[in-house]
């Protein structure tokens, strides 16, 4: 009797630690089954993990003691790393061809140096202010017609001083080819050139030829004078006669050349008329000028 009591007692007390063992797993799994119902509405939440009672130990189970019941916490998943990604990062530069197209586009300006300016066109009509003075003998034409000339560039010469380099006796000046080589030797750059009218009268050709001479050379600046023979008439009717020849000076021009002012040293009461450029080439075939 007193032996069964003690077996009884032993199995009691064996049991007792094995179902406190139970019972403790039992609430520890109601506790993790109660956290994930409350932690339920994030769908990121981890599952637990199984709980599992850890294994008795030894074969007498009234000396082995409950192992502690171990409950595996879900792993936190490590944040990412948020890198700017490459395309990000890189810098935007211009493409070559923005480039090459704003340089292409610019154009280089003319250079002035190669640039050539336009002849301005001549004044339709155009005076020069001269120094008239009558001749002072009778063959001395020439040599008043070239000091006439040269007044009206400013040069002051007497008749006396032109005479001997042109030549002038009491039978006169010979030919244009004397007052153009006189002119040339006072005026700075020898300018003048002789046209000579060959023939009984002038031709179309030779007309415009005196035209634009006369408008060339009082543009510049310059008298011409013109050696004629026989008789003329002005646009006033005035009507001038020398048969053996005589020297005019031209000081002037209108209608872009087509009428020209003379300077007449014969007499001083009719010193200056205007005539057209058609009756002073006429007048002067067979002779010539220096323009």
């Known amino acids: 009797m007193k032996h069964r009591l003690k077996r009884q007692l032993r199995l009691l007390a064996a049991e007792r630690p094995y179902q406190l063992a139970a019972a403790s797993a039992a609430a520890l799994v109601l506790a993790t089954g109660a956290g994930t119902l409350a932690a339920g509405g994030d769908e990121d939440s981890t599952s637990p993990q199984p709980v599992t009672a850890a294994s008795t130990a030894g074969s007498d189970v009234a000396d082995s003691s409950p192992e502690a019941v171990v409950v595996a916490a879900p792993a936190n998943a490590a944040p990412s790393s948020t890198e700017p990604s490459s395309d990000e990062s890189a810098s935007t530069e211009p493409s070559s061809d923005e480039s090459a197209s704003d340089e292409s586009s610019s154009t280089p300006a003319a250079d002035p140096d190669l640039t050539e300016e336009a002849a301005p066109e001549p004044a339709a009509s155009k005076m020069l202010e001269y120094d008239y003075?009558?001749?002072i003998n009778f063959y001395y034409?020439?040599?008043a017609a070239v000091r006439n000339a040269l007044s009206a560039t400013g040069i002051?010469?007497?008749q006396n001083e032109l005479a001997g380099p042109l030549g002038t006796d009491?039978?006169?000046?010979?030919s244009a080819a004397d007052t153009t080589r006189v002119l040339n030797a006072q005026v700075e750059g020898a300018p003048y050139q002789t046209r000579m009218i060959s023939?009984?009268?002038?031709?179309?050709a030779?007309?415009?030829?005196l035209q634009a001479d006369v408008v060339t050379a009082i543009t510049d600046g310059r008298g011409v004078v013109v050696n004629v023979a026989g008789s003329a008439t002005d646009t006033a009717g005035g009507w001038h006669s020398f048969p053996g020849g005589h020297y005019i000076a031209v000081v002037g021009y209108d209608d872009s050349g087509r009428l020209v002012k003379v300077a007449d040293s014969a007499n001083a009461a009719a010193g200056s008329y205007w005539m057209t450029t058609i009756a002073l080439a006429d007048w002067?075939?067979?002779?010539?000028?220096?323009?």
């Open 284 to 291: 002067a075939a067979t002779r010539g000028y220096s323009a």
């Open 199 to 204: 023939g009984g009268s002038a031709t179309s």
């Open 133 to 135: 003075q009558a001749q």
């Open 156 to 158: 002051e010469r007497t």
């Open 206 to 209: 030779q007309m415009d030829q």
């Open 170 to 174: 009491q039978f006169g000046t010979d």
């Open 141 to 143: 034409c020439g040599p």
